[in-house]
């Protein structure tokens, strides 16, 4: 398709910008040229721009989210003796319900391939938790991949750079541009991914609230729609979940703070919401895979699936006795009344947690392992004057400041009967 006479970019970027539908072949043939650099960074900036005002038909959605796939290799487990279910989160804070949904699933008999990302801006990355694990690894060979799904069941690591490089250099371009937020290129973007992964089953964690990309239920049941429409026409059994992110998850968000409220989960505990969500979408998982006479709860209750996140962190070089990295400085913010906590913000809690090094604001960044913010209380507790309602962690001490003022106005402190409890799971698109 190089050098392709039917096309050039000008004419695309018009056709999209005058509301026009683009044809089958000129999506090809952009997101090819661009992959190999034929069409410039400005001229895809343009069409990613005219895109986010105008839109996408599902038509043009589904042949540009193919024409990524074929950017790149697609992998195969068609040779393991399992079924294969994964689960993508759209992003939200506090967010580390893979760290004990993959074992869980994996325990169940279904193989868990969990290609991830690092984290940008508010949003914390699943690697970047896992990382904080003494000896822990993200990158696996390909052939590693499939030996440890099938010895272990589960795998969490980095996507490889074969995995639809036009998304990969697409997002880079979008994230620099504002034009992350349109519907059809994020579902392009993360079913481009899931697809090419090879997974037999699919379930989406689409988050609405503040702390995520999708900031109201319509807007998130738009883009969980068009992404399963998305996973069920590439022969996926694709289910999403829409559940909340106006309140963090957990009880903590930063990295190593993670992980251990993971292992507090694996090990019968843990806070309730995220025991929740991980039972919520491990069924999701098991019935996509066929498998929905399993019960997940008693594979947490019973041990199961401590032990194959044990197993997991080992095959990648970890070491799951290690005591985990702690931040060299810790600063209390103690609650400015009696009453009950009838607000958590998220993206307060998630913007807190980055100024105190838990994130990233360049995708070069280094990220701080012991950094983050625990909190005491959830939405609905009752706190008192003077007690610690956070606790903040970092390395550096001249963070705080800033970290302080981000929560400032993120939780609000009243009577109980102004506590509006919002449900966990919002709603299921399949
Ligand atoms: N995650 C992705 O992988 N892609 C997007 O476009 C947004 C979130």
Not at 24 to 32: E, F, G, S
Not at 407 to 429: C, H, K, Q, T, W
Request: glycine content about 10%; proline content about 5%; aromatic content about 4%.
């Amino acid at each position: 398709m190089a050098n392709d006479p039917r096309h050039d970019a000008v004419e695309v970027i018009g056709t999209k910008r005058d509301r026009g539908e683009l044809t089958d072949d000129q999506i090809d043939w952009v997101v090819d040229a661009y992959t190999r650099g034929e069409v410039a960074d400005e001229q895809m900036s343009a069409l990613a721009m005219a895109i986010l005002l105008n839109g996408m038909t599902r038509r043009e959605i589904g042949r540009w989210t193919a024409a990524m796939i074929a950017s790149g290799e697609r992998l195969d487990f068609s040779s393991l003796s399992r079924p294969t279910a994964d689960k993508h989160s759209t992003g939200g804070v506090g967010d580390k319900i893979t760290l004990p949904l993959a074992p869980l699933v994996a325990s169940c008999g279904v193989a868990v391939p969990q290609l991830s990302g690092r984290g940008l801006g508010h949003t914390g990355g699943t690697l970047d938790k896992l990382e904080s694990i003494p000896g822990w690894r993200a990158t696996l060979t390909n052939g590693d991949l499939l030996a440890q799904l099938e010895s272990v069941g589960a795998v969490v690591c980095a996507a490889g750079d074969g995995l639809a490089p036009a998304d990969k250099k697409l997002y880079a371009l979008r994230d620099v541009t504002g034009t992350v937020p349109a519907i059809p290129l994020i579902a392009s973007s993360i079913m481009s991914k899931k697809i090419a992964e090879g997974t037999g089953a699919l379930v989406l964690d689409v988050k609405v609230g503040t702390g995520a990309f999708m900031q109201t239920a319509d807007d998130a049941r738009e883009l969980a729609t068009t992404m399963v429409a998305l996973g069920q026409d590439a022969g996926v059994h694709t289910v999403a979940l829409l559940t909340d992110m106006s309140t963090p998850l957990g009880l903590s968000a930063g990295n190593a703070v993670e992980v251990r409220e993971s292992v507090e989960v694996l090990a019968g505990g843990g806070p309730a919401d995220v025991v929740e969500l991980t039972l919520a979408l491990a069924r999701e998982m098991l019935a996509g895979a066929g498998r929905s006479d399993l019960d997940p709860a008693e594979k947490l209750a019973d041990g199961s699936a401590m032990d194959v996140w044990r197993k997991m962190i080992a095959a990648q070089g970890g070491d799951p006795d290690a005591p985990l990295p702690s931040a060299r400085e810790t600063h209390v913010v103690t609650a400015p009344a009696t009453g009950t906590l009838t607000r958590l913000d998220a993206l307060a809690v998630g913007v807190a947690a980055w100024r105190l090094g838990a994130g990233r604001a360049r995708k070069e960044d280094i990220v701080q392992a012991g950094a983050g913010v625990v909190w005491h209380a959830r939405p609905g507790d009752t706190v008192r004057e003077g007690e610690p309602l956070f606790t903040l962690h970092t390395d550096d001490a001249d963070r705080f400041a800033r970290a302080v003022e981000a929560l400032e106005n993120g939780y609000d402190v009243g009577d109980a009967s102004s506590y509006d409890p919002v449900p966990l799971v919002i709603d299921r698109v399949s």
